[in-house]
């Protein structure tokens, strides 16, 4: 069932979703005595993970970290998601290193580092944590690709719509078993998505995020302003 939080301020939106986050990954260790906490790239999850790594109450070496994407970059390029969260996160919290799971996505051949990485994956990823793009994808699961029909592999190589290009990815079966997700989207510009992704027909073909929209949705007031309901946070 979907769960709308709409923040009335965007630091009320980073502390909203920082909470639960903090809130949900203490709660898989408290139940199973771990965490297998997947996170989103891009630039709406790094005030989060800033703000988490600051109140925290998280015993971090029981959590392990997984990434639902990666560009085919190197881990300190710009473009690299596992840089952003390193330096959001990571670096501000004391994980051990091995606990860490980076997505090579760098490497020549993909095909061999998506083999090792959905090795490397749980069986069900205890949170996960997804953005959106204007155009419905998340991760990197873009409208129309065959990956969306996948349903055995767990982390495949793309080519995505936007660059970089060549990227690897989760796949839906990762999605479809996480214990508890959530997306995060903010911006004028993914207000139609949102209301079409939790609102409209289910087509994930055409707009992939839906296959989270059982999950917890945290917005902005311009995302969710083509909302036809929708509970602001306070």
């Not at 490397?120 to 129309?144: C, E, I, K, W, Y």
């Not at 055995?152 to 999605?175: F, Q």
Request: hydrophobic share 45%; glycine share 6%.
């Amino acid at each position: 069932m979907t769960e709308l939080i709409v923040a009335s301020r965007p630091a009320e939106l980073v502390r909203q979703a920082a909470e639960w986050l903090d809130l949900e990954v203490t709660r898989a260790i408290g139940e199973r005595g771990s965490c297998a906490l997947g996170l989103a790239g891009g630039r709406t999850p790094e005030p989060v993970y800033v703000e988490l790594a600051a109140g925290s109450s998280i015993d971090w070496s029981k959590v392990g970290i997984f990434f639902g994407d990666e560009r085919a970059v190197p881990p300190d390029h710009p473009d690299s998601n596992y840089r952003m969260v390193s330096m959001a996160l990571l670096s501000r919290v004391p994980i051990p290193a091995d606990n860490v799971h980076r997505m090579e996505a760098e490497r020549a051949d993909r095909e061999v580092a998506a083999r090792e990485y959905e090795r490397s994956l749980p069986r069900q990823l205890d949170v996960l944590l997804l953005g959106m793009g204007s155009d419905g994808h998340t991760a990197s699961l873009f409208p129309g690709s065959a990956v969306l029909d996948e349903r055995h592999r767990l982390v495949l190589p793309v080519l995505a719509t936007k660059p970089p290009a060549e990227r690897l990815t989760i796949t839906p079966p990762v999605i479809e078993a996480a214990r508890k997700l959530a997306i995060l989207a903010t911006g004028e510009d993914k207000a139609l998505m949102v209301a079409r992704a939790i609102e409209g027909p289910f087509a994930p073909k055409e707009i992939p995020v839906q296959l989270a929209r059982r999950g917890r949705w945290f917005l902005d007031q311009a995302a969710a302003a083509r909302l036809t309901a929708r509970r602001v946070a306070t």
